[in-house]
């Protein structure tokens, strides 16, 4: 029910926005997250933001340089990702919470996009 798009190959300093389509029913229900997951690392919490525009933000390295944002109307939720870093480089996913709290643990997620990759380097 989730698609992300927008990843690829970017030199540091650049910026990306990746956009997660949700082609499901409960879109404006609950809250959409972003992940990631490093090469032999676990998958990390970015960010979140509920039905409503509430934000919470996981990841202190991505402060200030992430931007998570959601058109209802669209069915979309955005990361915008800007001064981009080699450590950045990661599979990004995008999920759905299974209530209606924005949560850092993955496992309070249940529909999972396939992810797309984003990769930092000069």
């Known amino acids: 029910q989730l698609a992300e798009s927008g990843g690829g190959l970017v030199q540091p300093g650049e910026s990306l926005r990746l956009s997660c389509v949700d082609s499901g029913t409960t879109f404006e229900d609950r809250p959409i997250g972003w992940f990631r997951q490093a090469p032999g690392r676990e998958r990390e919490a970015i960010s979140c933001?509920?039905?409503?525009?509430?934000?919470?933000n996981f990841k202190d390295s991505a402060r200030g340089r992430f931007t998570i944002s959601r058109d209802n109307e669209k069915k979309t939720v955005y990361l915008q990702m800007s001064s981009l870093r080699p450590e950045d480089t990661a599979i990004y996913y995008c999920?759905?919470?299974?209530?209606?709290?924005?949560?850092?643990?993955?496992?309070?997620?249940?529909?999972w996009g396939e992810g797309t990759q984003v990769t930092v380097s000069s």
């Open positions: 999920a759905q919470s299974i209530s209606s709290w924005c949560r850092r643990d993955q496992y309070e997620y249940d529909y």
């Open positions: 933001i509920s039905h409503e525009g509430g934000i919470r």
